[in-house]
Nanobody, 122 residues
Framework: VQLVESGGGLVQTGGSLRLSCATS????????IGWYRQVPGKDREEISCLSSFDGRIHYADFAKGRFIMSSDAAKTTAYLQMNRLDPEDTAVYYCASDFGKYRRCPRVMDYWGKGTRVTVSS
């Protein structure tokens, strides 16, 4: 199982970025997959989760209306479209997965990518 994030970078306030999470060794039919972010000195927080139980996508409150998670038809690449970015969105963004039928992503995910850095300038 491997996950590789890409698409991070520097963007101005109000701008957009699309992150990708390329996976290998599994599909989203059998693994829950989620997007997370972490600011240095703070706990990592969940952004969104694609349920392996029913295919629904759940969002953290701060992400609703601005961030959109999706996947490709093969169910091996996940995306995170981020709009109206704010300096508070500056963080390292990760995707993670866990084997099993989950309605929501488990608190501890087994597999993680190395992350991609997003910096939003004011």
């Amino acid at each position: 199982v491997q996950l590789v994030e890409s698409g991070g970078g520097l963007v101005q306030t109000g701008g957009s970025l699309r992150l990708s999470c390329a996976t290998s060794g599994f599909t989203f039919d059998d693994y829950a997959i989620g997007w997370y972010r972490q600011v240095p000195g703070k706990d990592r927080e969940e952004i969104s989760c694609l349920s392996s139980f029913d295919g629904r996508i759940h969002y953290a409150d701060f992400a609703k209306g601005r961030f959109i998670m999706s996947s490709d038809a093969a169910k091996t690449t996940a995306y995170l479209q981020m709009n109206r970015l704010d300096p508070e969105d500056t963080a390292v963004y990760y995707c993670a997965s866990d084997f099993g039928k989950y309605r929501r992503c488990p608190r501890v995910m087994d597999y993680w990518g190395k992350g991609t850095r997003v910096t939003v300038s004011s």
